[in-house]
């Protein structure tokens, strides 16, 4: 069977890593890449990192508005498709080269498989949610990562197309965490083990808004320990085109990190401080509190075992919040066991074609 993978953005990688390894001697695994992501960091270290074979096609589609950079992909992958003629295409998350190719393969009638499928935030502000829910309901197969995102796929009425395969970036970080773990801490701070946070913020409804950010900076830069904010280059562009100090107070603003070195900087972190979904969740199967600067988490897990605190409007709490004692222990295991990778490339041996 010849399988398509559709990645373009940083998450992707990451979900993509297991996969790939799953997919090894059991079926032909084409991969393509739109380039949505292009810089070293943010690509290509991932790729190198987690042994993730290199894309058979690079787009190199890179930035633009939602409809230029969506547009560029729909068109691009539509020849990717059509020439490679895939009997499965598996698009991966929520971004725009989520939807993309989505998109471009139902029109083709190439079978689409969506990897974390039924996960909402119910949040119609962000485009993450537009390209899950279009996504969802174009695909023919909806692999999905935990329980409640097969409840959410069956309230909208696509139970049938749905399975229950657990969490892929479970698999790559229990992989990972293994083995990171005597290697010595990758920080471009001064920082002393479990005495410090860590921090990322990329969510254009945190970035955009100058003075939102000044404020979120602000209560950051008041907790108690020093915070090691890995700044996203849509961070970075924000605050250069306002004049805003990322390192303000006790934050430290560096490059983002490789894989390896983020798991291994939040294993011995005190806590992590992010908008992003899958830091909230690594910080949780690493047990570490965790606390969201976001109105709604789609990791609602987090926050129900008390590992994940969110914060939306009031950043003058922050401080207080970050600062918290740890929660209770518990080992819940609501994103399995690390198998999802295999239970995802075995659902789709088992489907010849849809
Ligand atoms: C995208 C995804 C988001 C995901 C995130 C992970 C969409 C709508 N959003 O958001 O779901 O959580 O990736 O990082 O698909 N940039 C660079 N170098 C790069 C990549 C981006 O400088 O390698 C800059 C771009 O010029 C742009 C900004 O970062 O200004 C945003 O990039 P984009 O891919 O549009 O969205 P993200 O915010 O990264």
Same mark, same amino acid.
């Given at each position: 069977?010849?399988?398509?993978?559709?990645?373009?953005? %940083?998450?992707?990688?990451?979900?993509?890593?297991?996969?790939?390894?799953?997919?090894?001697?059991?079926?032909?695994?084409?991969?393509?890449?739109?380039?949505?992501?292009? &810089?070293?960091?943010?690509?290509? +270290?991932?790729?190198?990192?987690?042994?993730?074979?290199?894309? =058979?096609?690079?787009?190199?589609?890179?930035?633009?508005?939602?409809?230029?950079?969506?547009?560029?992909?729909?068109?691009?992958?539509?020849?990717?498709?059509?020439?490679?003629?895939?009997?499965?295409?598996?698009?991966?998350?929520?971004?725009?080269?989520?939807?993309?190719?989505?998109?471009?393969?139902?029109? *083709?009638?190439?079978?689409?498989?969506?990897?974390? +499928?039924?996960?909402?935030?119910?949040? %119609? %502000?962000?485009?993450?949610?537009?390209?899950?829910? *279009?996504?969802?309901?174009?695909?023919? *197969?909806? *692999?999905?990562?935990?329980?409640?995102?097969?409840?959410?796929?069956?309230?909208?009425?696509?139970?049938?197309?749905?399975?229950?395969?657990? =969490? $892929?970036?479970?698999?790559? #970080?229990?992989?990972?965490?293994?083995?990171?773990?005597?290697?010595?801490?990758?920080?471009?701070? !001064?920082?002393?083990?479990?005495?410090?946070?860590?921090?990322?913020?990329?969510?254009? &409804?945190?970035?955009?808004?100058?003075?939102? #950010?000044?404020?979120?900076?602000?209560?950051?830069?008041?907790?108690?320990?020093?915070? $090691?904010?890995?700044?996203?280059?849509?961070?970075? +562009?924000?605050?250069?085109?306002?004049?805003?100090?990322?390192? $303000?107070?006790?934050?430290?603003?560096?490059?983002?990190?490789?894989?390896?070195?983020?798991?291994?900087?939040?294993?011995?972190?005190?806590?992590?401080?992010? =908008?992003?979904?899958?830091?909230?969740?690594?910080?949780?199967?690493?047990?570490?509190?965790?606390?969201?600067? %976001?109105?709604?988490?789609?990791?609602?897990?987090?926050?129900?075992?008390?590992?994940?605190?969110?914060?939306?409007?009031?950043?003058?709490?922050? !401080?207080?919040?970050? &600062?918290?004692?740890?929660?209770?222990?518990? =080992?819940?295991?609501?994103?399995?066991?690390?198998?999802?990778?295999?239970?995802?490339?075995?659902? #789709?041996?088992?489907?010849?074609?849809?």
């Amino acid at each position: 069977m010849r399988i398509l993978s559709v990645v373009g953005a %940083r998450p992707q990688f990451v979900k993509l890593a297991p996969v790939a390894e799953a997919m090894r001697d059991r079926a032909e695994h084409v991969i393509v890449h739109t380039g949505q992501h292009y &810089d070293h960091n943010m690509s290509d +270290a991932f790729f190198a990192d987690l042994g993730i074979p290199h894309p =058979d096609v690079n787009l190199g589609i890179g930035s633009g508005g939602h409809g230029e950079q969506t547009g560029a992909m729909l068109s691009g992958l539509e020849t990717v498709f059509t020439d490679t003629a895939p009997d499965w295409v598996l698009v991966y998350g929520d971004t725009n080269s989520t939807l993309a190719a989505a998109l471009a393969a139902v029109k *083709l009638h190439v079978p689409v498989a969506h990897l974390e +499928a039924g996960l909402r935030s119910f949040n %119609r %502000r962000m485009p993450e949610e537009h390209n899950r829910v *279009l996504t969802d309901h174009a695909a023919d *197969l909806l *692999l999905a990562p935990t329980q409640v995102a097969m409840d959410h796929l069956a309230h909208e009425g696509l139970a049938e197309r749905g399975v229950l395969v657990g =969490d $892929v970036m479970t698999d790559v #970080l229990y992989r990972v965490r293994d083995r990171v773990a005597n290697t010595p801490l990758a920080l471009d701070a !001064p920082v002393e083990p479990g005495e410090y946070y860590v921090a990322t913020l990329h969510r254009p &409804d945190n970035t955009d808004d100058p003075e939102r #950010l000044r404020a979120i900076l602000d209560g950051i830069g008041k907790v108690t320990r020093p915070v $090691v904010l890995l700044a996203h280059p849509r961070l970075r +562009a924000v605050a250069e085109r306002h004049g805003i100090d990322l390192s $303000v107070g006790a934050v430290t603003a560096c490059e983002p990190l490789s894989y390896p070195d983020l798991v291994n900087a939040v294993s011995h972190s005190a806590g992590v401080i992010t =908008d992003s979904g899958g830091l909230q969740k690594e910080a949780f199967l690493l047990r570490v509190p965790c606390t969201t600067i %976001r109105p709604e988490t789609e990791w609602v897990e987090t926050v129900e075992y008390g590992w994940n605190t969110l914060v939306h409007d009031d950043f003058a709490a922050l !401080p207080g919040i970050v &600062d918290r004692p740890r929660p209770a222990e518990t =080992d819940a295991a609501p994103y399995g066991t690390g198998r999802a990778a295999l239970t995802t490339v075995d659902t #789709l041996l088992a489907r010849d074609g849809a």
